[in-house]
């Protein structure tokens, strides 16, 4: 029973290692906050389903964090394994291709942008970003300048500069981004 005693506080710990709020955690986990609160709190177990749902998103499984041998580590990922966030007012979709990307070094991610849409606009942070348009073309904004980046065609830039990309054409855009480290 201790392991189950101190389950909250140990989901807490790896949450703030993996520098995410609680409501970062619940939304990548399609969990409330509110839920995440009371199990960090110990005031509620979740199911086996929900804590390797969240286990997960910490870049964690339950072999891992029970303590037991740990097993062959994941190497392909198929669309299954994609975790994926609409923003209807942004008019993206953002799919996680590597689902425990916050244990590594980098996150990449592939972004939908309907005609008009945008992601969100990024602080300046430590780190770097690459991005390869797949379909249509965006313009990257990077502090005040904007760039026009068409399929075909890819995008680096070192993150100490407020960032976004918007679709400003009337065809959808496809793009795989990568941050270092994990930002999404």
Known sequence: MSELSNLGERIKSLRLENDLTQEELANRSELSKGFISQLENNLTLPSI???EDILEVLGSSLSEFFGESPVDEKIV?????????????????IEWLVPNALKYEMEPILITLA?????????PHAGEEFGYVLEGEITLKLNNKK????????F????????????????????IWISTPPMF
């Open 49 to 51: 389903g929900t804590l």
């Open 77 to 93: 990922f198929t669309k299954n394994d994609f975790f994926e966030k609409e923003d209807q007012e942004l008019k993206h979709k």
């Open 115 to 123: 005609p008009g849409g945008k992601s969100d606009q990024d602080d």
């Open 147 to 154: 760039y026009k980046v068409k399929k075909g065609e890819s």
């Open 156 to 175: 680096y830039y070192q993150s100490h500069v407020q960032h976004q990309i918007e679709n400003n054409t009337n065809k959808k855009a496809l793009v």
